[in-house]
């Protein structure tokens, strides 16, 4: 199975500060998807980049993709407190271990 | 409301039990996964199901076991061969499109079942 992997692993931010999180994978893809996570809640899906898009947006997040780095980052603007969250990538039916974003106010 | 709805939301086995995890979606989804969440860790693939009657192992399917009678319900059972079955429990759903892979959709979770041996 694919494996994407975040980067950093835990991450912690003022208020308003944008944030950005990584992903990289090991095998050629359809597609890279974001999710997050609340604290002992389901995942979300935010975003969802085809192997042939480089860059997308959805509000405050901006999605990039290298497939010839095998890389994804994850960038969110303006960041607020209601942010703090987990965040994993997906790649095929593979998650990675996820980022924890701490947004303090 | 369309979704998928995971019940119990908290759980206790005692050593030895099965036990039996419900989900259910509304979603008209063709495919449904269940995954495993342990503190701090991703989610890693117990089983999955692209069609009613058919179900694949996934990367931890060692004792566990699932049913999909219906398109709606997929059901996990947690077995006493499973040695360390406390966990984070999460299913999800998609649109599974031949050809493309299943996970090449947007899947919905639900709200987790949280697990706890006694």
């Known amino acids: 199975s694919q494996q994407g992997e975040e980067d950093p692993q835990a991450l912690s931010i003022q208020e308003g500060e944008n944030a950005t999180m990584n992903c990289s994978y090991k095998?050629?893809?359809?597609?890279l998807q974001w999710y997050r996570q609340n604290s002992g809640r389901g995942l979300v899906h935010l975003i969802l980049?085809?192997?042939?898009?480089r860059e997308k947006h959805s509000g405050r997040l901006r999605v990039t993709l290298d497939t010839s780095k095998k890389s994804s980052s994850l960038l969110i603007t303006a960041s607020r407190a209601a942010d703090t969250a987990s965040y994993f990538c997906?790649?095929?039916?593979?998650f990675g271990i996820g980022t924890k974003l701490q947004v303090i106010p | 409301d369309g979704g998928i709805t995971q019940s119990p939301k908290y759980l206790f086995r005692k050593e030895g039990q099965n036990v039996t995890l419900s989900c259910e979606q509304n979603?008209?989804?063709?495919?449904m996964y269940w995954y495993r969440q342990d503190p701090g860790q991703g989610l890693r693939l117990i089983y999955y199901?692209?069609?009613?009657?058919?179900?694949q192992k996934g990367d931890i399917a060692e004792g566990y076991s699932v049913s999909r009678e219906k398109k709606e319900s997929f059901p996990l059972t947690v077995t006493s061969a499973q040695k360390n079955p406390t966990a984070f429990y999460l299913c999800?759903?998609?649109?599974?499109?031949?050809?493309?892979?299943?996970?090449?959709?947007?899947?919905?979770f639900g709200q987790g079942t949280r697990l706890t041996v006694v």
């Open positions: 199901s692209q069609i009613v009657n058919d179900f």
């Open positions: 997906a790649t095929g039916l593979t």
């Open positions: 979603l008209n989804h063709d495919a």
């Open positions: 999800a759903s998609n649109h599974f499109t031949e050809g493309t892979g299943q996970g090449n959709t947007e899947a919905f």
């Open positions: 095998t050629s893809i359809n597609n």
């Open positions: 980049i085809r192997s042939n898009e």
